[in-house]
């Protein structure tokens, strides 16, 4: 019989979008009259039509497809190169922020990336993670051999947990100790809190003098619309040499069913190998890369070049805002129903102090049964979560007006 990797084992009862979605469905199931009426506000995922550009340019590259002249079988694992270009010069260049296409890798998505990255980094590093966290950058871990058991309140030993808490924004502090590697995420999921310049840089400052790595995962910043607030870690001096940056299509341009997504690793960043010597991390991702992953398709990285054309990145503006306007309208309605309310603006999250002092989980069956609006429990984000629930602006317009009437009416 086949040895499993333990690590497996030690991870909690299911993924927290799973096990809402095994709640909804029992739901459902036992009230059929009322399944056709539940909005779900629960999971991150898209709802409008992706940009005409993008599909337009996906319709092209599937008739070039169809012609040997234009056909293309296997691409560049790390992406096209006119794919990264387009990301080098729009997103960073363009901005005044040095990274160049070579430091690029297309991949099918940030979700994969952050958790993938994890392959080129030994064990023995000390790893810190905000509370609370995307679910991924944890259970990765886990899987990984990085922790240790499960404690009773969901943490793990081994990782050092900050405290993200109303008191300090929901922006990490650096820690205390020494860490070697750190994960961070703004605009913020869950809590679509974003960190200013000078927050960045004490986090930037703090790796320098540590020789800590940053992961950072940018994947709703084109959410952004605040002035003073960087869309990049690399906006900041020294980053280059201590950062590595994960981003997606899947928000900024709707992909969550189509999957794109880049990772990028300045070519001064620096691991050290068992006998202390510097190793250039970006050499080790582009090894992992071109092993495991063929490349995201030729279509779908024609349809992602699409959005950086003026034309995309308009009507990637106007996804943008559909979606921030949603935020905007559900952050007012939960303020109006006497709720403390964090995010929901710079980002497509809103952030929300449960009433009277319910548990997440509590007020998630409690959204569900009475109002018929799944949310999701902050509790599913780590221990500092508890207290809290997420709602996603990814929605229709008429189904955010319907949910924000609904609030209205449970919390009257």
């Not at 990274?99 to 297309?106: L, Q, W």
Request: charge should be negative.
């Amino acid at each position: 019989m086949a040895h499993i990797n333990d690590n497996f084992l030690k991870l909690q009862a299911g993924y927290l979008f799973p096990e809402i979605g095994r709640r909804v469905a029992a739901f459902a199931a036992a009230n059929p009259d009322k399944a056709p009426q539940i909005i779900r506000c629960g999971i991150g995922d898209v709802t409008e039509p992706l940009p005409q550009v993008a599909i337009d340019a996906m319709h092209k590259a599937v008739d070039d497809q169809a012609k040997r002249e234009t056909f293309h079988g296997y691409g560049p694992e790390q992406g096209y190169a006119w794919l990264r270009e387009a990301i080098a010069t729009v997103s960073y260049q363009q901005r005044g922020i040095d990274i160049s296409a070579d430091e690029i890798y297309v991949s099918d998505g940030a979700k994969c990336d952050t958790g993938n990255i994890l392959d080129i980094f030994g064990h023995n590093n000390i790893i810190a993670v905000p509370d609370p966290v995307y679910p991924v950058y944890v259970d990765t871990n886990v899987m990984n051999g990085n922790t240790g058991a499960a404690r009773p309140d969901g943490s793990y030993e081994g990782l050092v947990y900050l405290p993200c808490t109303p008191e300090n924004g929901f922006v990490p502090d650096v820690p205390s100790q020494h860490v070697d590697i750190a994960y961070l995420c703004f605009p913020n999921n869950p809590t679509g809190a974003v960190a200013n310049y000078e927050q960045l840089k004490k986090w930037v400052d703090y790796a320098l003098a540590n020789d800590t790595i940053l992961l950072y995962d940018g994947a709703y910043e084109a959410f952004v619309t605040e002035e003073g607030i960087p869309t990049s870690i690399f906006a900041i001096p020294g980053a280059r040499r201590c950062a590595i940056e994960f981003r997606s299509f899947s928000k900024q341009g709707g992909f969550t069913g189509v999957r794109c997504g880049y990772i990028v690793i300045p070519s001064e960043l620096q691991g050290k190998d068992a006998a202390g010597n510097a190793v250039p991390v970006s050499k080790l991702w582009s090894r992992r890369h071109t092993t495991k992953f063929n490349g995201a398709s030729y279509i779908v990285q024609r349809g992602a070049a699409a959005l950086f054309t003026p034309e995309g990145q308009q009507q990637t503006r106007a996804l943008i805002e559909h979606y921030l306007t949603n935020a905007k309208l559900l952050s007012e309605a939960c303020r109006k129903a006497g709720l403390k309310v964090w995010g929901g603006s710079n980002a497509p999250y809103v952030w929300v102090q449960t009433p009277d002092g319910m548990g997440s989980w509590e007020f998630f069956d409690k959204m569900l049964q009475e109002a018929l609006v799944v949310i999701t429990p902050g509790a599913g984000f780590g221990a500092h979560g508890e207290g809290f629930f997420r709602i996603s602006a990814f929605n229709s317009r008429e189904n955010v007006t319907e949910v924000c009437a609904r609030i209205a009416k449970l919390l009257a």
